[in-house]
């Protein structure tokens, strides 16, 4: 696609739920990352893939937190048993291979947990 | 301590004025460094990428200092549409992560 689509734009849930975030990488992009931020917050790293493998998977926060993605195409972010400080915009980004400056940005998802 | 740190401000400046952001950083095995510029509620977008021996766009001017360990943004006859925050970032190693600061705001006053 033109660019990095991410999916629901917005998710409002109650505690204790699960739920999925995807994201679309641009069409041959290699490297895939998400990551999470906070209201008047940076963005905090979560998990890097590279193809379907994932080297860097050191900023999950919890293991209620995981991820996949299928070979080199769209990946899920999965919070289980959501709590209210998971409340956050999921960003992902994508890039041609795994270093390259040409990082893009998906618009991200907006997660409130009620 | 935080590996990128930046003064989160607000900078509340007029039209037309000079303005500079700083940002530390702690890993000194980091290789690239970027500002990127994010509006409300949107996503980050890239600025500039920060060279070693400092580089220019237009009213824009990145800057290193590897010695001190920190890059610095410096916008010249600021603009109304240059409000936004502005996110220094830095990748250490060939995986492509970067460690985001948590920004500056920049308001930019008629």
């Known amino acids: 696609g033109a660019g990095v689509s991410q999916s629901p734009s917005n998710k409002v849930t109650e505690k204790g739920k699960d739920v999925e975030l995807r994201c679309d990488p641009i069409?041959?992009?290699?490297?895939l990352y998400w990551y999470r931020q906070r209201l008047g917050q940076g963005l905090e790293f979560l998990i890097y893939?590279?193809?379907?493998?994932?080297?860097?998977k050191s900023g999950l926060p919890s293991d209620r937190f995981s991820a996949e993605r299928t070979g080199e195409s769209v990946s899920t972010l999965t919070i289980q048993r959501t709590q209210q400080e998971d409340s956050a915009v999921y960003l992902c980004?994508?890039?041609?291979?795994?270093?390259?400056?040409?990082?893009?940005f998906g618009s991200g998802t907006r997660l409130t947990v009620v | 301590r935080k590996e990128v740190e930046q003064d989160p401000g607000p900078f509340n400046v007029p039209e037309g004025a000079t303005v500079a952001f700083n940002c530390t950083y702690s890993n000194s095995a980091s290789q690239s460094f970027f500002w990127y510029r994010q509006d409300c509620r949107k996503e980050p977008k890239l600025l500039m990428s920060?060279?070693?021996s400092g580089n220019e766009d237009g009213r824009f001017t990145a800057q290193l200092n590897r010695a001190s360990q920190y890059i610095s943004l410096l916008i010249r006859d600021s603009k109304l549409s240059d409000s936004a925050t502005y996110l220094c970032?830095?990748?250490?190693?060939?995986?492509?992560?970067?460690?985001f600061g948590q920004g500056t705001t920049l308001q930019v006053k008629p």
């Open positions: 893939f590279q193809g379907n493998s994932a080297p860097d």
């Open positions: 980004a994508s890039s041609l291979v795994a270093g390259n400056r040409d990082y893009t």
């Open positions: 970032a830095v990748k250490a190693g060939n995986t492509g992560k970067l460690i």
């Open positions: 920060v060279y070693s």
């Open positions: 069409s041959g992009h290699t490297a």
